[in-house]
Each structure stands twice: as structure tokens, then as C-alpha cells.
């Protein structure tokens, strides 16, 4: 029983969410309440009737009345309203279209009562007996076979966090002529709420704080079981490592296991490995001639003076009848007493975090935004310091006595001098989606000298994953940038992005200006910030969240790794595949390694925490947009949804590593600590079990960095002048690494600003004929010179994009990223996309550089959002449609909707959209974009329309098309943008 009927019973309090209503009780769902029903193959067996009784009041967000099981199943359906309009609705992610719209709103405070009609072929709405909505169906599959799509719910879809504002009563489902349900609500408590047809299927009340799955359930609450448990491997969170000897043990099971799966690994990841000596060799005959193997590798890279030891062992292995498993954790002790050995551990301690979040789906942290939200973390944990000992560590708690009350903790960081820390800190104490000063992260820094932990920041922003940089200012990620990720529908996440502060708190403010997040930053060896960003303009959401790096001052944000993975198109012609599927989905805890040019980094999944497989990163390797420039350090955790099934925890393995060396690492393996090595040894350092304070099940062991001073990176000078314009400098912008169309000449850059999403809701309006497009402000052009060279000034703190453009003024090249600049900054760059891997041919000074950087200059319609009302509905109507009806030639039907395939656009996010015909793909093919490539704008060029439409008019509707061809230019206000007024974006706008 949950918590919140037990305590409604043994108190005997009356009931709470049983109220008297309509001609009896009614279910009161509006403080957060839901009721759930085992779930049947009958609620997904058609046809089938549902009717309900609502009264709602409030048309805030979505209300859902019913649902049917995860919207991941292709038999889920809910009913539901819009949020706005509060408009009832249907929503069938198995059927084509997906959405029932209805015509009737919910929101006006009086019952109504609602029934929804599915059958395989439609479905109808109505509304107290009239009809409210319908639509013609086909299911997406060959047909419709009914399943268990997952619990029914009334009241809310909690995968979602997704709620019902008012009451309901009455419901029923009925399957064809068959009652299959009845529920109403006229129970004596509410510890169960009656079904009063055959079935039988009592609904149980679900409260918000039950998104909290029980620790004795982990981690199968709220993810589900796993498929087959001996796929799992023999250690998962909850089941907790208590020794070395379990900790050999269980290395020798899963080692069995990797000898018997030896077949099947497939050929790519064993050209991939950084290290042969990492995988199962083909005479492995069981895990003792595995870890012989390994631990010889061990010796002779430490020239470890226990050589003559290992050889006895060796030597014993051979004997027959020798007892392997007994040799076996001899072999162990011995590469242990080895592995502790190494100077690069040294006698230093072990800086760790205890933390974790709640498994399920994305709005219990299994989403690689959601999973560093505050109310996602699991309550306790803690900074511990742990002494490695051969046989258990001694650990200390970094923060008993220093001031903090409860809560959680997360992301430390060490300076340079090894005396100051700086972490993440949170008072919240309950799962429950809210940004307040209470539930949000908050840095905070601990002079490990002594004295009381500081909080650095407030508010209800989550603060979070500081880094220490050469000056001693911090680097960190926060949502005080604003907006929100444009994918999402019934959460509200926020982006967030980097930012910084002086060690006091004073001088917050951001590094970037990007709108979607970003993750980890960390310093490299030449000062620069190296992170991870979630980069998806005018591309699919799940292209890859990757690596990134800047100067610490913010300056010039590059992607010189995996940001435009093959196809780079999706027009009839390309022949390349998706290389995207071939390589890591997410790239997080990135680390400059000691002594090298690599990095290390955890391969992890979109959908889920910052866990997987870790590799190296080589950068000076030409990037093949897949594998070429990694190399798996663990060759046998498969990378999270690119190889295997989303959402799964045995996939999340690894994670939060510290390189010690291009061959020793410090990190998490599930829960514990361990010194994992090239070859592929695992070495227990602590043990969640090991922790002097009472441990949480769910906990993971996290962020290992050595307790001693380190190697400061040089000091990079702040080149920001606030107050002043930034300058861009192009010295040539054919140098290209895709080259322009023969004969092409680049007259003109556009600079595009690039607008943030300002409402939680995906689409919400539809920006434009893509999934989850962004608004376009055209700040206006430059001359480019006859030798391709181009200077000018651009706005500080703004997204921008950057189009080349012919004499025509259409883009030939367009961003399918974003760029900022920082106050004064003075950006100068080979090219338009210059190969990364050679340095630019000594040339002449470009002429452009000669002279003072250049005011842009507004286009015919540029300056303001540009829409289709506003810029070009006008131009149609009034004198293209006239003139295609006398001549009776063209479209006489210019409206946004019919003018889809005349247009041009790129695609936005959502799954599916990278490898969509035409409007797919990860960068723009110079010449094949914008007004160039669309039927509207190669019209303009032709015979029948050239000195016909005049040029303002033409540059218009060019401006229009290489815009991304948009219907809105903001988040709000739909009407008076379809008025063809300029209504400003909320973010980042003069006008907003």
C-alpha cells in the first residue's frame, strides 16, 4: 500500500479524493491525484466506447481525462485537452493521424459528459450526446493487435507528470456490446475504487509522490523488468558489493559470460577497441586465462617487480587438474596488490560523490536533461574522501559538521591546489516537478581546510556541474539563460547552459547563448572549456548531444567532433547511410587526458542518465561523423540506444571517469568505484557499502577525482569588452570543405538571428512545416569582396546563423547550427566550414580586413520575425494569385498549408526527421537550400515571373524561403501574427 493511503486509513481521516459531486462521490483529481487500473488487452480491444463524466476548470496546461497505457505502445489512446483552448481531444499514437481534434471546450467549470468511439477505422468525440470531434483512421502497423499497453489511468498520465485539473465520475468502457469497465466512485474509502463490471478490475489511488518507486523494487519499479535478468550481468544497482573477494567473484561470472558470448561480438567494435587486450581472446578457455593475460599487461606497463610471481601462476594454470578457480583469485590478489601500486594513484585520497536519481522514463530522470533536475535526485548522498586500502577503503565525510542540512548532492570539482571544492546542492527532500528556491540545485563551495560549506547562488534555477578554471572563476550550467527544449510535451524543461560566477557568487552571468542545453563542462589542456550541446537547429532532436569546446570567456563555440554526422542530405540522390546509428547517441563527462591529446568520455544514451561505454576521442583523426576518431576503452558495455534498447539500466555501466593516463581511469561501474585500466582490469576501490553513513539502494558512487593538486592549464586573457559591438571576419568564403556550384559567386552574408523557445509545450504553435522549427529574425547583410573575404559587426549574446548568398541575394549556404559572440568579441575564420584538419594557405591580406568592419545592412522585410503573414501572404494574394488566375497558370491556392512542397524548409526534430527525403540530413549542400532549392524561388528566376514580380517583392519571398520558409515568428499570439502584425519574441529580442 502506498503511503498516502496508509496514512488516509490508519488515521481514519475522511476521504480526500472522494468528494460529494454530481448525484454522489466523484474522483477529485485536481490536487495531483490519479487513479490506476491493471492494465488489459481488453482496454486496446476494438471496437470500444469510453465514456466519462468531467468538470474542469482551468485550461493551463494539458489535462489528460483517461489513458490508456505508455504513449510508447502503439495501442495507448488517451482523451484529453488542449492546453489554451482546453478543447477535448483524442490522441492515438498507433493510428494515422494520431490526433482526434475536437471542437468542444472542457474548461468552463460544469460537468459534461464525454465520450470517445474507436473502432480500427475511426474514431468520433462527443460532448453531452453531440458530436465534438472525428476522424478517419488507419493504423501505422499492419493492424491494430490489442496488448497490454500499460496501466489505465484516470485523472493524469504519470510517465508525463501530466495531470487533470477537476473531477470525474461515471467512467465506463464498453467493447462493442461487452461492459469491460465501470467505475463510480461511490466507495465507502478510497483505498480502492470499485469496478462494477464482470472484470472487476478495482482501480488504487496514485498520488504524485508515488512517482518515488520503492528502493526494494529497484530498479524494476518504474522501468519495468528486465526482458531476461541474465542479461543484466551479476551486478545492478540495489544488490550493493559488500567485499573484494564478492567484487572477484562477481568478475569471474561475467567474465564466463563474455567467453560464452565471445561469437557473437561483432566485428566493428573489435576494430574499434582502443586495446586488444581488452576483449575475450580465442584461447580464453575460462576467466583465469583472461585476467592472466590482463594482469601481465599490468606488470609490464608498471614494470611491477611481481613478474616471476605471475609466472608461478601462469605455470600452475597449465598443470592438469589444477584448481583454475582457486588460481584464479590468486591471479586477482596478485593484480591487485599490482594495481594499488600505481604511482599514478599515488597515496592520495579518492574524492567521490554519492548521489542518484529515480529510474523510469523522463520525468523521473531517465533523460539526459531530466536526469540533472534537483527534484530528480534521490534525497541524501553526499562528498565522501575515501584512503584505497587492499583490503577496504577508509572513508571520511567531506561535509559532516559543515553547515549543510538534508538533501543531495551532485558534480563536485577540485581546484587546482586541491584545497577547494565546489559541488552542487539541493534541499529538496521529494520527487515533485517544481523550480523553487527549495527543489533546484545551488553551487555551493567547501574549503577542505575547514569552516562551513558557502552557497553560492539562489533562486529557483538548477545551478549545477561547476568547474574551476585557471583564473579561479567557476564554470557551471544553470537555466538562468532561459527558454526551454523545444521536444518535450507535457514537461516542463527548461535549457540550460553555460554560465559563470567568481568563487564569492558575484559576477554570475553566461558563456553561452545557445538554446538548447548543454552539459559538463570541463578545462583542457590549453585553457579552453570542453562540454557537451544538444545540437539540433533545423535538425532531428536525437542527431547527438556531443562534443564542444569554447574559450573560457565564452568566446568562438566550435564542434570540431561528430556534429554532422552522414547524410549530410536526404535529397533523391544521396546514397550515404545513417552513421549517426554507428557511433555514441550522447557524449558526456568529457576529460582531457594527462600527457595526450585525447580525451575520455562516456558514451550514453539520450534517454537516460550520463552512463554507458567510455572511449577516447582523438581530434587530430579526420571525423567520419561515425566511429573514426573514438576508440572503446570497454568494448563490451554496448553504447545506449545506437546498439541497444533505450532505457535500459544494464546498458548505463559506466560514467563520471577521471583519467589518471592514456591507459589508467577512475571511475563508476554501477555502483562502486573502481581503477579501470586499457586492458580492460577492474579494480574495486570503494564499495557503495563502504560509505559511513546509511546508504540508499540507488545510489551510485560518482565523479572520482584524485584529492591532490594538479597541473593548472594556462590562464587565457578575457577578451570580452562589454558595451561593444562584436566583429566577424571571413577571409574567404569559398574556403569550403563542400564546394560551391561551378561558377557560383558569393556576393552577399545574411546574419539570421535564431530564436528560443519560450513555452514548454513541442510545436506549440507550429513554427513552421517542420517538427519543432524555431523563428527567424534576418538582422540584415554584408558584401562579401571579389577575393571572398567579408567584415562585420554582429549583435553580442544572440543566436546567429550565417548564410552566404549569390548575387541574387538567395542563400547558397546556410548554418544548420547556431553561432554567438560575446560584447567586443572579434571572431575571424578561414571559411565557410574550412577543413579542420589543414592549416589555411598563406594568401594576400583579404581585402576586407583592410578596413573597419562593415554595418549590416536590412534587407526588404528583415529586421522583424519573419512570418508568412507579415512578409509574404500579402505579395501572393494580392498580385501572384490574380495574376496565375487570368493567365491560368500556378497555384491560385497560395495559402501556408498548400504551399508546402512550393516552399523550402529543413526538418526540426523529432525521430525519424534525419533520414526524411529532402528536408532530412545533418548540413546544408551548397547550392541545394533556401530559395534556391525550392519551386517558389527558382519561379522567380524564370522567364514568366522575371521583371513581372517586383524586386522588392522577389527579395521577400527569398527571404521567406531561405528562412526556413516559417508561418510564425514567435511563440505567442498566433492571432495577431496571422493579422500580419510583428509580435517579438519573448527571449533575446529588442521588441519582446
Not at 471546450?105 to 460532448?127: M, N, P
Not at 493567365?887 to 498549408?897: I, L, N, Q, R
Not at 526527421?913 to 549542400?925: A, E
Amino acid at each position: 500500500m502506498n503511503a498516502i493511503l496508509w496514512l488516509l486509513l490508519s488515521l481514519g481521516a475522511p476521504s480526500e479524493v472522494l468528494i460529494a459531486g454530481r448525484d454522489g462521490q466523484v474522483f477529485d483529481a485536481a490536487t495531483h491525484n490519479i487513479v490506476e487500473v491493471a492494465g488489459r488487452a481488453d482496454y486496446a480491444t476494438l471496437p470500444l466506447t469510453v465514456t466519462c463524466w468531467a468538470r474542469l476548470g482551468s485550461a493551463d496546461a494539458y489535462n489528460i481525462l483517461i489513458a490508456n497505457g505508455d504513449k510508447s505502445s502503439p495501442c495507448h489512446w488517451e482523451v484529453f485537452t488542449m492546453p489554451g483552448s482546453g478543447l477535448v481531444t483524442a490522441y492515438l499514437p498507433g493510428m494515422t493521424p494520431d490526433h482526434v481534434p475536437g471542437s468542444v471546450s472542457l474548461t468552463d467549470g460544469v460537468w459534461h459528459q464525454v465520450t470517445f468511439h474507436l473502432t480500427s477505422t475511426s474514431a468520433r468525440l462527443e460532448v453531452d450526446g453531440k458530436p465534438a470531434g472525428e476522424a478517419a483512421l488507419q493504423p501505422k502497423a499492419a493492424a491494430w493487435e490489442p496488448l497490454v499497453a500499460g496501466p489505465l489511468w484516470f485523472g493524469g498520465y504519470p510517465p508525463g507528470g501530466l495531470w487533470f485539473a477537476g473531477q470525474l465520475d461515471d467512467i465506463a468502457l464498453t467493447q462493442g456490446e461487452r461492459p469491460i469497465g465501470r467505475w463510480q466512485f461511490e466507495d465507502a474509502d478510497d483505498s480502492r475504487m470499485r469496478d462494477e463490471s464482470p472484470l472487476a478490475n478495482a482501480g488504487r489511488l496514485r498520488g504524485d509522490d508515488t512517482l518515488q518507486p520503492d528502493a526494494a523494487n529497484y530498479p524494476f519499479g518504474l522501468g519495468g523488468a528486465p526482458p531476461s535478468p541474465a542479461e543484466w550481468g551479476p551486478r545492478c544497482f540495489g544488490k550493493g558489493t559488500t567485499s573484494v573477494a564478492q567484487d572477484w567473484d562477481d568478475q569471474w561470472t561475467l567474465l564466463a559470460d563474455q567467453i560464452s558470448r565471445r561469437p557473437r561480438l561483432r566485428p566493428e567494435v573489435i576494430a574499434q577497441v582502443l586495446d586488444p587486450e581488452a576483449l575475450i581472446a580465442v584461447g580464453d578457455r575460462d576467466p583465469l586465462d583472461v585476467v592472466l593475460r590482463r594482469t601481465r599487461a599490468l606488470l609490464t606497463k608498471l614494470r611491477a617487480p611481481q613478474a616471476a610471481e605471475l609466472t608461478a601462476l601462469t605455470a600452475a594454470a597449465g598443470q592438469p587438474g589444477a584448481d583454475r578457480r582457486a588460481l584464479y583469485t590468486k591471479v586477482c590478489a596478485l593484480r591487485r596488490a599490482v594495481a594499488l601500486s600505481n604511482p599514478l594513484l599515488g597515496d592520495s585520497e579518492v574524492l567521490f560523490c554519492a548521489r542518484g536519481v529515480y529510474w523510469g522514463h523522463d520525468q523521473a530522470g531517465q533523460h539526459q536533461s531530466t536526469q540533472y533536475f534537483a527534484f530528480n535526485a534521490i534525497p541524501g548522498g553526499g562528498l565522501f574522501a575515501a584512503r584505497i586500502g587492499y583490503d577496504k577503503p577508509v572513508v571520511r565525510d567531506l561535509l559532516a559538521g559543515r553547515g549543510l542540512g538534508p538533501g543531495a548532492f551532485a558534480t563536485p570539482d577540485l581546484d587546482y591546489d586541491g584545497r577547494r571544492l565546489v559541488f552542487a546542492y539541493t534541499q529538496n527532500r521529494r520527487h515533485r516537478w517544481q523550480y523553487t528556491p527549495e527543489s533546484t540545485w545551488h553551487l555551493a563551495t567547501l574549503d577542505l581546510a575547514g569552516g562551513p560549506a558557502k552557497v553560492i547562488t539562489a533562486g529557483a534555477y538548477n545551478d549545477f556541474d561547476p568547474c574551476w578554471l585557471p583564473n579561479g572563476k567557476l564554470a557551471f550550467i544553470s537555466e538562468r539563460r532561459g527558454g526551454y527544449i523545444r521536444c518535450f510535451v507535457g514537461l516542463d524543461v527548461r535549457t540550460y547552459v553555460l554560465h559563470e560566477v567568481n568563487a564569492d557568487g558575484s559576477g554570475l552571468g553566461p558563456l553561452s547563448y545557445f538554446e538548447t542545453s548543454e552539459w559538463n563542462p570541463s578545462v583542457n589542456h590549453d585553457g579552453q572549456i570542453v562540454y557537451s550541446r544538444w545540437d539540433y537547429v533545423d535538425r532531428e532532436d536525437c542527431l547527438g548531444s556531443l562534443f564542444w569546446q569554447c574559450y573560457p570567456d565564452g568566446r568562438d563555440p566550435r564542434a570540431p567532433h561528430g556534429n554532422y554526422p552522414w547524410p549530410y542530405h536526404t535529397f533523391a540522390d544521396n546514397k550515404a547511410t545513417d552513421t549517426r546509428r554507428l557511433r555514441p547517441m550522447t557524449e558526456l563527462g568529457i576529460r582531457a587526458i594527462p600527457a595526450s591529446r585525447r580525451y575520455l568520455l562516456t558514451a550514453a544514451p539520450h534517454h537516460g542518465e550520463a552512463y554507458g561505454s567510455l572511449c577516447q576521442l582523438d581530434l587530430g583523426v579526420p571525423d567520419d561523423g561515425a566511429m573514426s576518431q573514438l576508440r572503446r576503452v570497454t568494448p563490451y558495455a554496448d553504447f545506449p540506444e545506437t546498439e541497444t534498447p533505450g532505457r535500459r539500466f544494464d546498458t548505463q555501466k559506466y560514467g563520471t571517469a577521471w583519467p589518471l593516463s592514456e591507459d589508467f581511469y577512475l571511475t563508476n561501474y554501477h555502483e562502486n568505484l573502481y581503477l579501470l585500466d586499457r586492458w580492460g582490469n577492474h579494480e574495486l576501490l570503494v564499495a557503495r557499502a563502504d560509505l559511513p553513513v546509511p546508504t540508499d539502494g540507488r545510489w551510485r558512487l560518482t565523479e572520482p577525482i584524485p584529492l591532490r593538486a594538479r597541473t593548472r592549464p594556462p590562464i587565457l586573457p578575457d577578451q570580452r569588452r562589454p558595451g561593444q559591438p562584436a566583429t566577424v571576419r571571413v577571409a574567404n568564403v569559398y574556403d569550403s570543405d563542400l564546394a560551391f556550384p561551378p561558377g557560383t559567386r558569393i556576393k552577399w552574408l545574411r546574419v539570421v538571428q535564431d530564436i528560443l523557445k519560450d513555452n514548454p509545450v513541442m510545436d506549440q504553435p507550429r513554427i513552421g512545416y517542420g517538427d519543432e522549427n524555431t523563428p527567424r529574425v534576418p538582422l540584415g547583410i554584408a558584401a562579401v569582396d571579389d577575393d571572398g573575404s567579408v567584415a562585420f559587426e554582429a549583435p553580442a549574446g544572440k543566436e546567429l546563423i550565417f548564410q552566404a548568398l549569390d548575387e541574387h541575394y538567395m542563400a547558397v549556404q546556410s548554418m544548420r547550427s547556431v553561432a554567438y559572440l560575446q560584447p567586443g568579441e572579434e571572431l575571424t575564420c578561414a571559411g565557410c566550414h574550412e577543413s579542420k584538419q589543414r592549416t589555411p594557405k598563406a594568401t594576400m591580406r583579404p581585402t576586407a580586413f583592410a578596413r573597419p568592419a562593415s554595418k549590416l545592412q536590412t534587407e526588404p522585410g528583415g529586421g522583424v520575425p519573419t512570418t508568412y503573414h507579415r512578409l509574404v501572404r500579402p505579395i501572393f494574394e494580392q498580385r501572384c494569385v490574380p495574376c496565375h488566375r487570368e493567365k491560368a497558370k500556378g497555384p491560385t491556392d497560395m495559402s501556408y498549408a498548400a504551399l508546402r512542397d512550393q516552399a523550402f524548409h529543413f526538418a526540426g526534430g523529432f525521430l525519424g526527421n534525419f533520414t526524411r527525403p529532402v528536408v532530412g540530413g545533418s548540413r546544408t549542400i551548397p547550392g541545394r537550400y533556401g530559395a534556391r532549392a525550392s519551386k517558389l524561388g527558382q519561379a522567380l528566376l524564370d522567364a514568366n515571373h522575371r521583371g513581372v514580380v517586383s524586386e522588392d517583392d522577389a527579395r521577400r519571398i527569398i527571404l521567406w524561403l531561405d528562412c526556413n520558409s516559417p508561418q510564425y515568428g514567435a511563440f505567442h499570439d498566433v492571432a495577431a501574427q496571422e493579422r500580419g502584425e510583428v509580435v517579438w519574441p519573448k527571449l533575446d529580442c529588442p521588441g519582446g
